[in-house]
């Protein structure tokens, strides 16, 4: 349904009219408060918009984290040429980690070569002195 330009006119006519009214039957006290709310509101907005961008806390816990991500790599993060020691049991989870992430190991396991893996890994359980 759309309204051609007359009854459209008539329309905001009729609307006007009836906010008009409502406006004149609020108490003068009503009116009053909510007139100094409005230029409250507006004052806040004019001081908002004065205020730069940069001095915001809208943005302050971004930047916080920001500064621990940058100490954090600035503090632990190895120098050049400086090794970065690895746990006993680390290096066998990284070659482990490496098995798991190549695909064809993967294709293999599930085609069923069981037997092989469970060998490997009870040698492995074994120790070196096993593997003659």
Do not use: C
Not at 19 to 31: H, K, P, Q
Not at 110 to 117: K, N, V
């Amino acid at each position: 349904m759309t309204l051609n330009d007359e009854e459209l006119d008539d329309f905001e006519k009729r609307t006007r009219a009836l906010l008009e009214e409502s406006v004149t039957r609020i108490d003068g006290r009503i009116r009053s408060r909510l007139n100094q709310a409005r230029h409250a509101a507006l004052a806040e907005v004019e001081r908002a918009r004065r205020t730069p961008w940069w001095r915001s806390f809208a943005f302050a816990p971004a930047a916080g984290l920001v500064a621990v991500v940058l100490l954090a790599v600035v503090l632990w993060a190895p120098r050049p040429g400086q090794m970065v020691p690895i746990a006993d049991g680390a290096s066998n989870a990284v070659e482990d980690l490496d098995l798991v992430a190549d695909g064809e190991t993967f294709d293999l396991i599930q085609q069923g070569d069981g037997g092989f893996y469970e060998w490997a890994v009870a040698q492995a359980d074994a120790g070196p002195e096993a593997t003659s």
